[in-house]
């Protein structure tokens, strides 16, 4: 392969790669799955944090009869920042980390 099929072929794989969002608190990195807790261990208390509301999910109960129903999961915002002109923006649902957005300030 010449030079151009290297670079084609590593931008096709990175634009089907799926996004992985992460950001550093400090020396820490928190990214999209983490509890609460975690997040809170490792970039401290928020400068602002807020219930947003509910929402109702698809879970299963005991695995043995695969019964399904639906759960009520609580939706929180934290902010952090600002800083270099952003605000992070992070959404919880039942307790893990959903989404993380950079507001400009």
């Not at 509890?35 to 299963?60: F, M």
């Amino acid at each position: 392969m010449n030079g151009l099929h290297y670079l084609t072929a590593a931008v096709l794989t990175l634009s089907i790669a799926p996004a992985s969002h992460a950001l550093r608190c400090g020396t820490n990195l928190i990214s999209e799955g983490d509890l609460a807790i975690q997040v809170r261990d490792k970039c401290g208390d928020p400068v602002s944090e807020e219930l947003i509301g509910y929402t109702v999910r698809p879970g299963y109960g005991n695995t043995s009869n695969n019964v399904a129903y639906e759960r009520e999961y609580k939706i929180e915002q934290w902010v952090y920042g600002p800083e270099l002109g952003y605000y992070n923006v992070l959404t919880f649902e039942g307790g893990r980390l959903k989404r993380i957005e950079r507001i400009k300030d």
